[in-house]
């Protein structure tokens, strides 16, 4: 199986935002001496990507504590929907085109108890599939941290290879 | 020099279970939308590994607290040995074809007063050697976190290029 | 816009350097069996550097706590510092043969409180576009941890594409 056609993708793509309830169509904003992706050869790298929507981060907190699973496994699929319009920007606009995610990594702010940090990546994983297809099938490390940027409760990044 | 030949290096792979005193040879179960590895051109993406063997995770907690250092370490040779029995499936099971381990990441779930990140992550390091030769000989990054899943001491991803 | 003439990229190294007040051009000792940087095909990667300038860690702590802000910025520089002296001798002496870096991940040993990861890792940021211009701009991920080798307040890997 490869990818799926690029309509089948980007339709899936506005479908699972529309599910969501947010809308990743804006430009990324991001600060300072970096960017959001880069391409070398037939590899994106996309940068670590917390749950902003907009100019706001929706899940904020530590999983285990304020923030239930269920809530940090949809700050999870936020993550991984932006990480994907990156990939777009980087395709020139086709998702069709990205052949296969290599790698996600996600980093799960919680507390000291909290052990269900691969149940929180799931919502990043069920996404890239959702979105993907067999293009979206990783691998992943998923790890639990003290602290992400803004307090968000779920930071991910995203390496890729696209045609 | 180049890896050792097939022979040597799977001997080697058996030798170092042995001393363990562990199976690595039955499947490696793996849930959700997402895979145990990822080839892409000749590099090989293994997904992050806790200290499973079998149904059960054989090193839980704190480095520096209920868990002293040789344990941490004994935790960072299992990974290590699981991402090498997945680098072989990657390969057709035959570790030869491992031209080189690019990188590791170690985890180590810890505790904020201990310090000794690099030597739990030198357990994996020495079982990548003992298996591979220089072609285990790897670039390392180890990081002391707050938790890990299922309570894991530590988790090891790995990216290796393969023939 | 490619990157800067090598004597542009070296020269630039040696200013920054200075401006630190350290000097990165000893070598850098590591321990284990693993090495400071790995080449595959066009890609080189880098091990996790902490703030170590010789023999002593320069900043060690807790970002938010007994380590300002801006010191902790001071602590990334470093790092990338060290990283840009490891590339430098993967690529031959020549920091212009650097084509992209591609990936930093910045991990910064911070309090519970403190969400100021992204500022941290600035400091490493602008080092590499102070050093690489164009080529020094990257993708980023920023994590605030728990604890890292020998208390070290930062700590930085990299992937960079070289010619």
Chains 1, 2, 3 share one sequence.
Do not use: W
């Amino acid at each position: 199986m490869g990818a799926p056609a690029q309509a089948a993708a980007d339709a899936a793509f506005d479908r699972v935002a529309a599910e969501l309830g947010y809308d990743f169509g804006g430009e990324i904003k991001i600060g300072g001496n970096y960017v959001p992706f880069v391409a070398n050869g037939d590899e994106v790298y996309v940068s670590g990507q917390i749950p902003r929507v907009g100019d706001q981060v929706v899940v904020t907190g530590r999983a285990g504590a304020e923030v239930p699973l269920a809530r940090a496994q949809l700050a999870a699929k936020v993550c991984a929907m932006r990480a994907l319009a990156l990939l777009r920007q980087a395709v020139g606009g086709d998702l069709g085109r990205v052949k296969k995610v290599l790698r996600i990594t996600v980093f799960i702010r919680c507390t000291e108890a909290f052990t269900q940090q691969s149940e929180v990546a799931d919502g990043a994983s069920e996404v890239l599939y959702a979105v993907l297809g067999a293009a979206g099938v990783h691998t992943r490390t998923s790890v639990g941290v003290l602290q992400l940027p803004k307090g968000a409760t779920v930071e991910l990044d995203l390496v890729a290879a696209v045609e």
